[in-house]
């Protein structure tokens, strides 16, 4: 459809990635956030796909959230650093319910702490989201404890359960760090500023 008028205003874009084990609920989240819709027999995703929405932040102004959604197959040694340049925070995500995921989940941040860093040089933002929340059964508690202490030893800004399925909590956790990266204006994420992964490179010119 052709639009006749003009935006007044760029919109602001964040970029934000969502990686994680296969099978854990990436895709389902952002559905969720984006179609508004739930789908039992979701397919795997394969490579990287890409979604966005218009938010409103406190500012009253509007945004667009891109989300990158990461297929689970891609392990996180695959991902070049310029796959990362841009993103304002990660969405690391696990299921609740399956211990292993929470260990892949740690392997990402380790990931992400190691490739990137933005402009302020300081680390990419990242949030542990436990997702498949309807399926705690009488131990969220316990759990949820569990899932803040990895997430506080492990550097994320915080940790959230999330679910798909009924849709709890999925809007509130996206639209806060969206709302985090502008309070704490968030710099994009810089290939030019990570840490150099091999220092013998810089050292070409120096005399052996
Ligand atoms: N009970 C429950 N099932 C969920 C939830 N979210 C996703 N699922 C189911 O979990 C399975 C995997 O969901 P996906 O969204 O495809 O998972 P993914 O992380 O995108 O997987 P990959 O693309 O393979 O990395 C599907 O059968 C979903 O229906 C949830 O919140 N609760
Ligand atoms: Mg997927």
Known sequence: MHQHHQKTEEQEILKLLVVGDIGCGKSSII????????????????GVEFYSK??????????????WDVGGQSSAQLLTRSFYKGAVAVLIVFDVVRPATLVTAGQWK??????VKNLQGSPVPCILIGNKSDLYSNDQEIKEKEFDIFSEENDFIGFHSVSAKTGDKIDKVIVDIAQYVIDFKIFPATEESSVNLNPEASHKNSNC
Request: positive net charge.
């Open 54 to 67: 218009e938010v409103t932040l406190s500012d009253k102004k509007h945004y667009q959230v891109q989300l």
């Open 31 to 46: 559905r969720r956030f984006v179609e508004k819709q739930f789908n039992e027999s979701s397919k795997s995703t394969v």
């Open 110 to 115: 380790q990931d992400v702490d190691q490739k």
